[in-house]
């Protein structure tokens, strides 16, 4: 087994200058263990992953058992598996009825460009109307409806026809019109620093898209799956989107994403053109046997209903003279700071003193904390103190 950084740094595509740079050994529960035997809370769930903690013994069962059946038998949409049936079945049966029917693919972007295609292919209309400062994804069309200006740069062009408006306000509402094919909003805006809009938006861009004819398609690959307190966050404001998109947490550990529609509007895909859209590898039996496992967790655990009381407890003890704000909803939290120096430093010295916390994409002066929704109290208890001292120490 090769843990040499002189490996990883020159035959590993890096993507920053400065990785974190744990070495794994093995991870279990709410820990992950390095190389050296050092143990590390992972108060982030590997970005928002692994949210039934690390090897979940009945989601590695799961596994274990689709693995004795079989691997990839063929491409999306041909073979009829019980892997791919009963995790659909599964999922209609905790969404709302109109959200009835699941095209599986392998991530959270490949999620978001189905649906893209999906509203467009449904509507026939072009245009796309997303969020500042939102993040949906790397790939192309993903990165064409993301906020992040710094990020875009350097790849156009991208995607034409996509207009942004801001989140959380109820005037650019009317930019959504008759020629608006979709709008796509994380519902809890994630890697800007965890932004959560008002009932009263999200009931007024419900009715703004009825209106239009626009699909809503709600990004939920951040802050589905029981994050919020809430098997999906879109519960929170009483209204249902037209496509739903997953990926993250929904594998417990392995790649899958799903965007999720009605049957009538999935019903376009299969002709002019036919297969319009197609993968190889999505719906991979094990990836589904895993995410269907930890569905059965979230619900057999009654993880959800703890969501709230831990939140709570994280941000009682979480109280810091150098903490500007908090914000929070469930499990999902962004803790800010004066600059972002001090948040490097802070995120850093954690590190040192064996708990992960982490930066943001698009805000700076934060940093992030989700961990797996089966930490217990006394472990958030002693994470906290981990925190307060790496704030203390920089
Ligand atoms: C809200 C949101 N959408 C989409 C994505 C992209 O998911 P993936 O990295 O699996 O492509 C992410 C990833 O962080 C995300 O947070």
């Not at 949409?77 to 029917?101: H, M, R, Y």
């Not at 979709?182 to 890697?191: M, S, Y």
């Not at 919020?228 to 037209?242: N, Q, R, Y």
Request: glycine share 8%; net charge neutral.
């Amino acid at each position: 087994m090769d843990f040499s950084q002189e490996t990883f740094f020159n035959h590993l595509a890096q993507t920053t200058e400065n990785p974190y740079l744990i070495s794994v050994s093995y991870a279990e529960g709410i820990y992950i263990y390095g190389t050296d035997n050092k143990r590390y809370t992972d108060l982030i769930s590997g970005i928002g992953v692994s949210s039934i903690g690390h090897r979940n013994p009945l989601v590695v069962q799961a596994i274990k058992d689709q693995l004795d059946r079989h691997l990839h038998v063929m491409v999306y949409g041909e073979f009829i598996q019980s892997a791919s049936n009963d995790l659909a079945k599964k999922l209609a049966t905790v969404l709302p009825p109109s959200l009835n029917c699941s095209y599986f693919v392998n991530s959270g972007t490949e999620a978001n460009e189905g649906a893209l295609k999906l509203a467009k292919r449904y509507t026939g209309r072009q245009e796309i109307v997303s969020c500042r400062k939102s993040y949906h994804g790397s790939t192309h069309g993903s990165l064409s409806i993301s906020g992040n200006e710094v990020k875009k740069q350097a790849f156009r062009p991208l995607l034409p026809g996509v207009k942004f408006i801001n989140f959380n306000v109820l005037e650019d509402l009317q930019q959504i019109t008759k020629k608006t094919a979709c709008v796509i909003l994380e519902t809890i805006q994630g890697d800007a620093g965890v932004r959560i809009p008002a009932k009263s938006y999200m009931t007024a861009l419900r009715k703004r898209c009825d209106e239009t004819g626009t699909l809503l398609i709600l990004d939920e690959i951040q802050c589905g799956m029981g994050r919020t307190g809430t098997l999906f966050a879109f519960e929170h404001f009483g209204i249902v989107p037209d496509i739903l998109t997953v990926a993250k947490a929904f594998g417990g550990g392995l790649p899958i994403g799903a965007f999720v529609s009605d049957k009538k509007v999935m019903a376009c895909l299969t002709h002019d053109p036919a297969l319009g859209h197609i993968t190889t590898f999505g719906g991979n039996p094990v990836c589904c046997a895993s995410a269907l496992a930890t569905l059965n967790v979230i619900q057999n655990d009654r993880l959800l209903e703890q969501v709230e009381e831990k939140g709570k407890l994280f941000e009682s003890l979480l109280r810091h003279p150098k903490i500007k704000e908090i914000r929070r909803i469930g499990l999902m939290f962004a803790i800010d700071f004066e600059s972002a120096e001090m948040v490097n430093r802070i995120v850093l010295k954690a590190k040192e003193l064996g708990v992960i916390c982490y930066w943001f994409l698009s805000h700076p002066y934060s940093f992030r904390i989700a961990p797996p929704l089966t930490i217990t109290k006394k472990q958030i208890e002693e994470s906290c103190e981990t925190i307060l001292m790496a704030i203390d120490n920089t």
